[in-house]
């Protein structure tokens, strides 16, 4: 990994610890906030409608916290925001933010996109130069999974689903990744937070199988599927160069 080694070797690492419970929406507002989920309001990915009859997802307007692109905007610094847990809709900041809705595969579309849901970019104008960049998962093929399964040609993708599951982990960054590269190259900025769920999303799929072998994989599993996760490590590598190189080395750059 010589991206994130290069910024070790240049910076400071530590262990860091979680809060409870760890649900990603809560977490994640946390970091923007700096507060605890009893303060910034975000308790996990639903709450319930103001009615109390059912429950909503949580939505950016749940937050009772300032975020840090909240407080550069009142600083008069410009920020991008990019797929950041419960940052839809979108926020009016000083720059551009595009929320985690954006990056969303329907379920009604198997092979295309179709419009964003409104209010997921702002500022709107940037909704259909940004929506050219998402990838949807129909138009990854061989060339993207093989080298995470080499034994692609041999699955049964009517029984095993994961090299799906795979497809929308990697079109979901890859066109995280190609919106976020075409704010830094074509927005003033001064603060930028990306957000990457693939590797997580991932784990779930198929951190079981990683070296070394558990009792409970087979070993045909074990052999299909067990290169997966380094090969993403490596991979997401790879866009954590590419950003580093856009920030430029003026950047402090927080992971």
Request: hydrophobic share 40%; aromatic share 8%; proline share 9%.
């Amino acid at each position: 990994l010589p991206a994130l080694n290069a910024l070790v070797d240049a910076g400071v690492i530590g262990n860091l610890a979680t809060l409870s419970p760890c649900l990603s929406p809560l977490l994640w507002t946390s970091i923007a906030t700096g507060q605890t989920a009893d303060r910034h309001g975000i308790l996990g990915f639903i709450e319930p409608t103001p009615d109390g009859a059912g429950v909503r997802r949580v939505s950016s307007t749940s937050r009772r916290s300032k975020a840090l692109w909240n407080i550069t905007s009142q600083s008069g610094l410009r920020s991008i925001v990019v797929g950041w847990h419960a940052s839809y809709p979108a926020e009016r900041i000083d720059g551009v933010c595009v929320s985690e809705a954006f990056f969303e595969t329907p379920t009604q579309t198997l092979d295309a996109f179709g419009p964003p849901p409104p209010g997921s970019v702002w500022p709107p104008e940037l909704v259909g130069t940004l929506s050219e960049l998402r990838l949807h998962p129909a138009e990854l093929g061989g060339d993207e999974l093989l080298p995470l399964i080499p034994d692609l040609a041999s699955i049964d993708l009517g029984q095993d689903l994961r090299p799906f599951r795979l497809a929308e982990v990697l079109a979901r960054d890859f066109s995280t990744q190609a919106v976020a590269t075409a704010a830094l190259v074509n927005e003033p900025w001064q603060f930028a937070a990306v957000f990457f769920p693939g590797l997580d999303t991932a784990g779930h799929y198929f951190m079981p199988f990683h070296p070394p072998r558990m009792p409970n994989v087979s070993e045909r599993e074990f052999e299909r599927y067990r290169g997966v996760m380094s090969g993403l490590y490596r991979l997401y590598d790879q866009m954590l160069g590419v950003l580093v190189g856009l920030a430029g080395d003026d950047a402090h750059v927080m992971i």
